[in-house]
């Protein structure tokens, strides 16, 4: 059984340069539009497009931050900005550090650097796979009986570590 172990979830380079350019855009495009907004009375549709639409997607998207990573009690919890993805680790079979196990990774669903890079991925390496990830480069493998997760703690082999030593038996 795991005692309670936090890890952080530091945001890599990749995450910041594509969130950060990714948030210029989206208050760039409302910004822009009601600075140059066409001189007829605008729309429903150009209010909801140009202001909502990104200010929306801004919002959603900060809401599934990955903050850290907790080790409890059997479980994973990942830490989003308002709530827990709780994982059970029953079924973990192996665990494995792989700073290169997201590379030419092609994600089939979900986020891909703004705030996060989590959702369904795929690999000729992994096969399918969900990311829960801020940093691919302390990419962490999960090996769970019919899935595999990737995550990327402050500490891979620290992190690592403890998952062996709770499948390890006694």
Request: charged residues 20%.
């Amino acid at each position: 059984m795991l005692n309670e172990t936090v890890f952080r979830a530091p945001w890599g380079w990749t995450l910041k340069l594509v969130t950060g350019l990714v948030v210029l855009i989206l208050l760039g495009i409302p910004a822009f539009s009601l600075l140059l907004q066409p001189a007829p009375e605008p729309s429903l549709l150009w209010y909801l497009s140009m202001i909502a639409l990104p200010l929306s997607i801004l919002l959603i998207s900060s809401l599934f931050t990955i903050r850290h990573y907790r080790l409890s009690a059997g479980k994973l919890y990942v830490r989003r900005l308002l709530w827990d993805t709780a994982i059970d680790l029953k079924t973990l079979r192996k665990v494995e550090v792989d700073p290169e196990a997201m590379s030419r990774s092609i994600r089939t669903f979900g986020n891909g650097g703004l705030f996060s890079f989590s959702g369904a991925y795929r690999s000729k390496k992994l096969g399918p796979y969900r990311a829960l990830a801020t940093d691919p480069a302390r990419a962490v493998v999960l090996y769970m009986d019919k899935r595999t997760i990737v995550v990327t703690p402050e500490d891979p082999q620290r992190f690592a570590g403890r998952l062996e030593s709770a499948l390890s038996p006694l």
